[in-house]
Nanobody, 127 residues
Framework: QVYLMESGGGEVQAGGSLTLSCTAS????????MGWFRQAPGKEREFVAA????????HYTDSVKGRFSISRDSAKNAIYLQMNSLKSEDTAVYYC????????????????????WGQGTQVTVSS
């Protein structure tokens, strides 16, 4: 069982920055990649960023490349999402997710591939 909890959401002005955190807990018997997804009202949950178990491999959706940065702190079983130059279209509930994997270098990017999910944290970007 892997339990995930997000924190750091809030309201920020367009152009501002915000950092999200996600802590994993529970008994973990395999490696897992971790990622961030987001879901705006009336829309499907979409991939934002992911990081491999090793912390060395990352992927981002095109709309956040150059603005967001995902990182992993293995000692704390945590991942972070540094969000810069925020836009109104970034407004959504952001979810942390974990994907059980066999390789320390694999990164997955679809909702269907992830095994565990946090409760979500609201990010609101005001114009």
């Amino acid at each position: 069982q892997v339990y995930l909890m997000e924190s750091g959401g809030g309201e920020v002005q367009a152009g501002g920055s915000l950092t999200l955190s996600c802590t994993a807990s529970g008994r973990i018997f395999s490696m897992y990649g971790m990622g961030w997804f987001r879901q705006a009202p009336g829309k499907e949950r979409e991939f934002v960023a992911a990081v491999s178990w090793s912390g060395d491999i990352t992927h981002y959706t095109d709309s956040v490349k150059g603005r967001f940065s995902i990182s992993r702190d293995s000692a704390k079983n945590a991942i972070y999402l540094q969000m810069n130059s925020l836009k109104s279209e970034d407004t959504a509930v952001y979810y942390c997710a974990a994907d059980l994997v066999w390789s320390s270098e694999v990164v997955t990017m679809t909702v269907q591939e992830y095994d565990y999910w946090g409760q979500g944290t609201q990010v609101t970007v005001s114009s």
